[in-house]
């Protein structure tokens, strides 16, 4: 078994931070799908209503977050999203 010692000094030069969309866009592909495990049901039974009713199940950020893969998805309204951020300086465009 391999053990990781960590200084006070060490740990504070860490830094941790996790994306909202790293729940975003898995709940939004749960949404979307049809497939789900019966633990999920009874949130996608009362959130489905809302997101449709919303208009959230097409437009920007269904472009954004594909049915698998990388976010963005790599689609020419995503591409058009992320080029109109990077001209406003609001977002850096991946590569």
Do not use: C, K, N
């Not at 809302?50 to 689609?75: C, D, F, M």
Request: glycine residues 6%; without cysteine.
């Amino acid at each position: 078994m391999a053990e990781l010692s960590f200084s006070a000094d060490d740990l504070a030069q860490v830094r941790f931070a996790v994306s909202p969309m790293w729940e975003v866009a898995p709940s939004f592909r749960l949404l979307a799908s049809d497939a789900a495990h019966p633990i999920h049901r009874p949130w996608i039974e009362q959130a489905r209503p809302h997101v449709l009713a919303a208009g959230l199940h097409r437009g920007w950020l269904a472009e954004l977050i594909g049915p698998s893969g990388y976010v963005p998805a790599r689609t020419a309204a995503a591409e058009t999203l992320l080029d109109a951020a990077s001209l406003t300086g609001s977002a850096s465009r991946p590569e």
